[in-house]
């Protein structure tokens, strides 16, 4: 898949964990091919989700490429169990603590045969991910304080970063995913297409409306 395709990704941070095999299925069937799924430890981010039990689990409910988001202090330690677990890109962030680097980790992600991503909170500059860019397969920009679904999107803190994030890859021949992650609607999600991104994560308003494929249906639309 080039960074032009458009796709728009479900976060299973929104769903019905009470029934998530069926959740997952739901996902499929309104047309979803990646799905997101966010861990967080109650350490880097002020909550608590899942972690690599999780992961394993919706593995076992789907072929769907599973994008795994660390939102984590030591990515590197807990690094294997989300390989192990059955992901397809991981995902970590700048800003984390790390026994070893960001660039080691993400070298790792990549020997294990897997896609890998940088985040950026959204007080952190593109600048910070500039040592890495050669490294990736994704640039996800969060559009919200990581940590909790249904805020409000941040555009005058992320879309300038995200539209230097697009210029440079575009000036230098790279071809990473450009993803926004946060107060992701319809009437958000065209804001963030014109800034560069080409991956959005919805949760609430992907899960959360009774109908979940109309609501991928408009979603894709609003970005088309």
């Not at 959740?23 to 972690?51: C, K, P, Y």
Request: charged share 20%; glycine share 8%; aromatic share 8%.
């Amino acid at each position: 898949m080039t960074h032009q395709s458009t796709l728009i990704l479900p976060s299973v941070l929104a769903s019905d964990w009470s029934k998530i095999g069926s959740e997952v299925q739901r996902a499929t069937d309104a047309g979803a091919e990646w799905l997101h799924l966010d861990v967080m430890d109650g350490n880097f981010v002020d909550n608590i989700s899942f972690g690599p039990q999780m992961v394993q689990t919706i593995r076992k409910c789907t072929d769907r490429y599973l994008d795994v988001h660390l939102m984590i202090h030591r990515p590197d330690h807990y690094l294997e169990r989300f390989i192990k677990a059955g992901a397809n890109n991981i995902t970590i962030h700048v800003e984390a603590n790390y026994d070893t680097s960001v660039a080691e980790t993400l070298q790792r992600i990549r020997a294990a045969g897997l896609h890998c991503g940088i985040a950026l909170h959204p007080d952190t500059p593109f600048e910070a991910a500039l040592p890495f860019v050669e490294m990736i397969d994704l640039l996800l920009v969060m559009t919200v304080v990581p940590g909790f679904g249904g805020q409000p999107f941040m555009e005058a803190e992320t879309m300038p970063k995200l539209a230097a994030a697009r210029d440079h890859r575009d000036a230098n021949g790279l071809s990473f995913h450009l993803e926004v992650d946060g107060g992701i609607y319809t009437t958000t999600a065209p804001i963030a297409r014109k800034h560069g991104a080409n991956l959005f994560v919805c949760g609430t308003s992907s899960f959360g409306p009774p109908d979940m494929k109309v609501a991928m249906q408009e979603l894709k639309a609003s970005v088309s």
